[in-house]
């Protein structure tokens, strides 16, 4: 779990960081002369939480998480050491998919959480510092639509996110053939499988629950 989450927080951060400022920029330009200004606020608590920091954070998880599961299951795989395992009397499956499987699903949660408060913070910092809007103008905004349900909505996302990229580098680690290229091979489709997968749950959960 450390290594699959307590390492991927400062990638997320960075991340969300500047998304939470480029987000309450582009909304100051927006509402300008037409919505009060305070509405940025509610425009960066909403597409953080809803969308941009579970999704963002998603596809770079996916990039450093399973390339990682693959890489590693792939290498073991071509060297004969799960096979070893087998041999052992030990269930690979057990030994090497679950825990990575269970620490995507704990992880990546806690990950998005983490990015979207980075990202809100970046937007009130920008709010403050670019915009003409003070903390208690920002902060309206934020509680304006605020509902519970929207953490609840991205840490839904977040856990079928690490549920999909988790379980798609084992498999793609697992199916790996032919040395060296084959591990290169695994790795890139593992992490544009869990790409593509991250955005068709961010759809399907849209349409299921918004």
């Not at 969300?16 to 305070?38: D, E, M, N, R």
């Not at 991205?154 to 379980?167: N, R, Y």
């Not at 060296?180 to 349409?207: H, K, P, Q, Y």
Request: hydrophobic content about 60%; overall charge neutral; aromatic content about 10%.
């Amino acid at each position: 779990m450390a290594r699959l989450g307590v390492d991927s927080i400062p990638i997320a951060l960075f991340i969300a960081a500047f998304t939470g400022i480029v987000l309450a920029l582009q909304a100051s330009y927006t509402f300008t002369g037409a919505v009060p200004l305070y509405f940025v606020g509610v425009l960066v608590e909403k597409t953080m939480i809803l969308e941009l920091g579970p999704v963002l954070t998603g596809l770079a998880l996916a990039g450093r998480v399973g390339a990682n599961i693959a890489a590693e299951l792939g290498t073991m795989k071509v060297t004969e050491q799960i096979d070893a395992l087998e041999t052992l009397a030990y269930d690979p499956h057990a030994y090497l998919v679950v825990p990575r499987v269970l620490a995507g699903v704990i992880m990546f949660p806690v990950v998005v959480a983490f990015a979207n408060a980075m990202g809100i913070l970046g937007g009130w910092a920008t709010a403050l510092n670019l915009l003409d809007l003070s903390t208690p103008e920002f902060v309206r905004g934020l509680r304006l639509f605020f509902r519970p349900f929207d953490v609840q909505f991205s840490m839904i996302k977040a856990t079928s996110f690490g549920l999909a990229v988790t379980a798609l580098g084992c498999f793609f680690g697992f199916r790996t053939t032919g040395g060296a290229e084959g591990v290169g091979r695994a790795t890139t489709r593992a992490v544009v499988a869990g790409s593509m997968m991250i955005l068709v749950l961010d759809a399907f959960w849209a349409v299921a629950l918004l």
